[in-house]
């Protein structure tokens, strides 16, 4: 069970404003499954011998199925979006940014793991982590707090490897020129846009360069 620790003040309030959303992709992708642990298990996908079960995708695409559908958006409007290759993508991305991290020393310590998981709200109760809530929230997600652990320790590195990406991305001189020129108070929210922009621009470029130099099989037959 986790052990409980003082919370680090000094923890990345980045990794802190993402945290909930990496808990809840933890609970769809528990863990890559090698392929050679069970022969009968069929995988959509394998990523530098690392493999995407059938499980693990059909688990994802329901999730975002369901957010969608509590969003607003109709069946209609979803059948539209190509969902089924949207969340394949997406698994993929996810392996081949962990890969490419593990790969550049990239790594979450002991220390950043269980701040991470102190300062969730989904494991307090009234404000303050909670062992028995967060040992119940695993049980009903049919996890051990190894394989959760695990899982969201390799959320936390990707999250890393992007910031670290996404802070290389620089606005261009148009760019610069265009912010200089906005008049009246929304000019910081403008240049928040502008930088977000860049860095989703920066991390896409990055993960098309380093997926064409890795060894990705897809088996589309799976899902179509």
């Known amino acids: 069970m986790l052990k409980i620790m003082q919370t680090n003040k000094f923890f990345s309030m980045f990794v802190l404003a993402i945290i909930t959303g990496i808990i809840s992709i933890a609970f769809i992708f528990t863990g890559v499954t090698g392929p050679g ?10 990523i530098e011998g690392q493999s995407i079960t059938i499980e693990q995708y059909w688990r994802s695409y329901d999730s975002e199925v369901k957010r969608l559908k509590d969003q607003g958006t109709k069946q209609e409007d979803i059948d539209k979006l190509q969902l089924e290759n949207r969340v394949l993508k997406r698994l993929v991305d996810r392996e081949a940014i962990l890969f490419a991290a593990m790969q550049a ?5 002991e220390s950043e793991l269980q701040a991470a998981i102190l300062n969730t709200p989904y494991f307090q109760k009234n404000g303050v982590f909670d062992n028995t809530v967060y040992a119940r929230a695993l049980k009903l997600n049919r996890l051990t707090p190894k394989v ?3 899982s969201l320790r390799h959320d ?6 992007s910031r670290i990406i996404g802070e290389t991305a620089e606005l261009s001189p148009e760019e610069l020129k265009i912010i200089e020129s906005i008049q009246g108070g929304n000019k910081e929210q403008l240049i928040r846009v502008f930088r977000s922009n860049k860095s989703n621009q ?4 990055y ?3 380093v997926k064409r130099q890795m060894d990705i099989t897809i088996n589309r037959d799976l899902i179509s």
């Open 207 to 209: 993960l098309e360069s």
């Open 202 to 205: 920066a991390i896409n470029a």
């Open 148 to 150: 959760f652990e695990a």
């Open 105 to 109: 020393g990239i790594s979450i310590s």
């Open 37 to 46: 642990d069970n022969a009968s298990i069929e995988y959509v996908a394998e």
């Open 156 to 161: 936390m590195i990707i999250s890393k490897m």
